[in-house]
């Protein structure tokens, strides 16, 4: 079935290091990835998209590739931040099964000064 | 701008009790859906709706129902409380119908439900 592997947390960095969050995907059909952050006691919030091959999403300094050939959508920030502290979350959805969503595990993020 | 609106933010619950979540999509937003995340999980589809019907069933139990209204709001209906039913409960909306695919889904902060 659809799935997602994530990289497991958690995972704690220097500021101004580089970030990367692996993250692998089962799926049927052509999905659209996904990266969401989550900020402690708040929702998820959309961080990135892709919605095929070979796009790249970016925001806030954060990127991520939709890889077909590795089924892979890694996401990366050169240099990160205090701020950046988190749970970040991949998603894909828009599958043969419907549009809901399938989340990895989550990686939480601790960035220290 | 608007964002999805869930009420309420905290319940506390005891076992074998009823709670109803309510969920207010963002406006002309047409798709809501249900997620579950447990303490240190990842968010569960529970169940979506797109114009009022159910369109996509996931691993909602069958002590909770919901439905969508035609304003587009939702409710989640929980009977018969268990203690394992203590989690964080997304709503999300989104505009893509149930016919599309891949459409990014916008969040709301999550009610969080204890059950004692």
């Known amino acids: 079935g659809d799935s997602v592997t994530q990289m497991e947390g958690p995972v704690t960095l220097s500021e101004e290091a580089f970030l990367t969050i692996n993250c692998t995907y089962t799926?049927?059909?052509?999905?659209?990835l996904f990266w969401y952050v989550q900020y402690p006691g708040e929702g998820l919030q959309l961080l990135l998209k892709?919605?095929?091959?070979?796009d790249k999403g970016s925001n806030k300094g954060f990127e991520a590739t939709y890889r077909k050939e590795t089924t892979s959508f890694h996401l990366e920030k050169g240099s990160v931040q205090v701020s950046d502290s988190a749970v970040y979350f991949c998603a894909l959805s828009g599958t043969n099964t419907g549009n809901q969503f399938y989340f990895g595990t989550g990686t939480s993020l601790t960035v220290i000064p | 701008a608007a964002g999805v609106i869930q009420s309420p933010r905290h319940l506390i619950k005891e076992k074998r009790e009823t709670a109803t979540l309510k969920c207010y999509p963002i406006?002309?937003?047409?798709?809501v859906y249900w997620y579950q995340q447990g303490p240190g999980q990842d968010p569960q589809f529970l169940i979506s709706?797109?114009?009022?019907?159910?369109?996509d069933k996931g691993s909602i139990p069958d002590r909770f129902s919901a439905q969508q209204f035609s304003d587009y709001h939702s409710e989640l209906n929980m009977s018969s409380l268990e203690l394992g039913d203590s989690a964080l409960y997304f709503c999300?909306?989104?505009?893509?119908?149930?016919?599309?695919?891949?459409?990014?889904?916008?969040f709301g902060p999550g009610t969080r439900l204890t059950v004692t």
């Open positions: 406006p002309r937003h047409d798709t």
């Open positions: 709706f797109y114009e009022k019907m159910q369109s």
């Open positions: 892709a919605t095929k091959a070979d």
């Open positions: 799926a049927t059909g052509y999905p659209s």
């Open positions: 999300a909306s989104s505009s893509a119908g149930a016919a599309s695919g891949g459409y990014e889904q916008y």
